[in-house]
């Protein structure tokens, strides 16, 4: 058959294709009425498209022609093999099963993340106790003031600096900050989990030796105070973007059987579902953080009990949620 | 030794090679600055109104970490591959299946943006791209996309400039198609790629680089029917 007649005969097909195509969305919505003809048709049409293109590059038809039945072959593959499924209970299911299932599964990881992070946490905590001038190896004078101001008992509101902001900046501010850490700490362990092991680490260093500081000199309720609430969301989450980075990281130093970049592509799907999670927990210590931690009209005694039952919650959390017996 | 070709190809489960062009380090560096313009151009009038009308600037710390993170992810899965800048410069995320990016992968390759960043302005990035056939970054790699471009308007056909020249043995149909096609999309070639395909015939026509694509082009023309 000649180009021409090829062409003339199977015309009035691609321009159906090319109609359902300028369609507007990327999805053909299979529940508007207007759509059920064009969704019932369309992988059929769809599979004649594919045929003519074979056809057309045996014959040897012109490049011209060849291009563009490849474009609409192209689009109408996309508009085929699209994988973004929406599921109403997407949240609920990663919530109640998804997550929680992954950090167990990456139970060794997590556990690898928390002592990179709560070893030098409490080491320097102690060492910054019984040696407060310890902290200036991490910190240097400045910032150690700004510390000693943010906690001064006869602040009105806590974690921030001579009451300078409002709640909706600071939690605008931990949002930025903190998830942005938190994202980070997953991104960097690409680099053999290097990145990772060190924001780790010198977090923990960091956050040891503000505490242990602090405790030494005194201000013990309004730095406890202010940081029970949100610390069990806010360590663990950040613990939590370091069992991701770490699974990158190991992904490419011992991709076992794969390649390295098929190891990678597998742990950065199953990481990135603990980064998600993460990032929510680090959103909860955020508003935590920013409207319910810096009160000083709340008694202490009641933070603690609410901090506590923080953490007896998000342990059981991790530990029974999303459990099945048997296989699913 | 990689030839310096564009052209990736997947076959899809119909049987069919769909072929796609991808898109190199300059058009992305381009699309990258637009988007980057954008990103920093929005927060900076935001950041004025709040500051102008005296409202808390909380909202803007938030905008920023959302444009930070989230701006391509949100462009590239709800709006067909594409940020606007890509979409000025005419390129597209897709997975390297060719199928549309997925939330996940498109989220992967822009998180791991920050390791392409390293050591200093995506000087890593640039590297894992260039040493990569497929011109993908490291956030590329691990997400399994790639950039190629979008419906790509060709060049109004004007042949180029040479003699025909009478073939001196007769060609294959294959053949015959193949060198019409060289000469009908000499303006698509860089004149190196062009003249490391009119090399490989050497053997043949005898001739080196520009005088083996002048050949070709002569009879590209010959077989078209053109006369001078």
Redesign the interface.
């Known amino acids: 058959m000649k180009q021409q007649a090829f062409e003339q005969k199977y015309e009035s097909l691609w321009f159906e294709i090319e109609n359902i195509l300028s369609r507007k969305g990327?999805q053909l919505d299979i529940f508007a009425a207007s759509n059920k003809t064009a969704v019932k048709e369309f992988p059929s049409l769809?599979?004649q498209l594919?045929?003519h293109?074979?056809v057309a590059?045996s014959r040897?038809y012109t490049?011209?022609l060849i291009?563009h039945l490849?474009?609409l072959?192209?689009q109408s593959?996309?508009l085929l093999?699209?994988?973004?499924r929406y599921s109403q209970h997407k949240v609920l299911i990663f919530i109640f099963r998804t997550f929680p299932q992954a950090v167990r599964a990456n139970g060794k990881l997590v556990l690898v993340s928390s002592l990179l992070f709560y070893l030098p946490l409490f080491f320097f905590a102690l060492s910054c106790y019984f040696n407060p001038e310890l902290i200036y190896s991490i910190s240097d004078v400045f910032t150690v003031m700004e510390y000693e101001s943010m906690y001064d008992p006869s602040n009105k509101s806590l974690g921030r600096e001579r009451d300078s902001?409002?709640d909706?900046?600071?939690?605008?501010?931990y949002?930025?900050n903190n998830?942005?850490i938190g994202?980070?700490t997953?991104?960097?362990g690409?680099?053999g989990g290097v990145?990772t092991v060190f924001i780790l680490l010198f977090n923990g260093l960091h956050i040891g030796s503000v505490a242990g500081y602090l405790t030494q000199i005194g201000f013990v309720d309004t730095f406890y105070g202010f940081v029970v609430g949100h610390a069990a969301f806010e360590l663990t989450g950040i613990v939590f973007s370091g069992a991701a980075g770490l699974k990158?990281g190991l992904a490419l130093v011992d991709p076992g059987n794969l390649s390295r970049?098929d190891a990678?592509?597998l742990a950065?799907?199953e990481a990135?579902i603990i980064?998600y999670g993460a990032a929510v927990m680090l959103l909860i210590a955020a508003f935590i953080e920013a409207f319910w931690s810096s009160s000083t009209a709340i008694p202490n005694s009641i933070k603690y009990t609410f901090g506590g039952s923080m953490a007896v919650l998000l342990t059981a959390y991790f530990l029974f949620v999303g459990k099945t017996r048997g296989s699913q | 030794m990689y030839l310096i070709n564009t052209e990736y190809k997947v076959e899809?489960p119909?049987?069919?090679?769909?072929?796609?062009e991808l898109a190199g380090p300059i058009p992305r560096i381009l699309a990258f600055i637009i988007d980057i313009s954008i990103r920093f151009g929005v927060i900076y009038v935001f950041y004025l109104i709040f500051q102008s009308l005296n409202w808390?600037?909380?909202?803007?710390?938030?905008a920023?970490?959302l444009l930070?993170?989230f701006y391509p992810t949100l462009f590239e899965?709800l709006y067909?591959g594409q940020t606007p800048g890509k979409r000025i410069v005419g390129l597209v995320v897709?997975n390297d299946?060719?199928?549309?990016v997925?939330?996940?992968s498109s989220?992967?390759r822009n998180?791991?943006?920050?390791?392409d960043f390293?050591p200093v302005l995506y000087v890593g990035g640039l590297i894992t791209m260039i040493l990569n056939p497929h011109y993908k970054r490291?956030g590329d790699?691990?997400?399994?996309t790639i950039v190629v471009y979008k419906?790509r308007t060709?060049d109004s056909e004007q042949l180029p400039k040479v003699k025909a020249i009478a073939p001196n043995l007769t060609l294959e149909?294959?053949d015959q198609?193949a060198i019409v096609?060289f000469t009908?999309?000499h303006s698509e070639f860089s004149s190196d790629r062009a003249q490391e395909i009119a090399n490989i015939l050497e053997p043949i026509h005898g001739l080196q680089n520009k005088n083996a694509v002048n050949h070709l082009h002569g009879l590209g023309k010959w077989y078209l029917g053109g006369k001078d």
């Open positions: 990327d769809y599979r594919c045929q293109l074979a590059k040897n490049p011209q291009g490849n474009e072959v192209l593959h996309h093999y699209q994988n973004n902001s409002d909706l900046t600071m939690f605008g501010y949002i930025f998830i942005g994202f980070r997953f991104a960097l690409l680099i990145g990158i970049i990678m592509k950065s799907k990135i980064v | 899809t119909e049987g069919v090679d769909l072929t796609a808390t600037v909380g909202p803007v710390f938030i920023y970490f930070e993170w899965v067909r897709v299946d060719l199928t549309p997925s939330w996940n989220i992967i998180f791991l943006r920050t390791v390293l490291l790699l691990s997400a399994g419906n060709k149909l294959e198609v096609n009908q999309r």
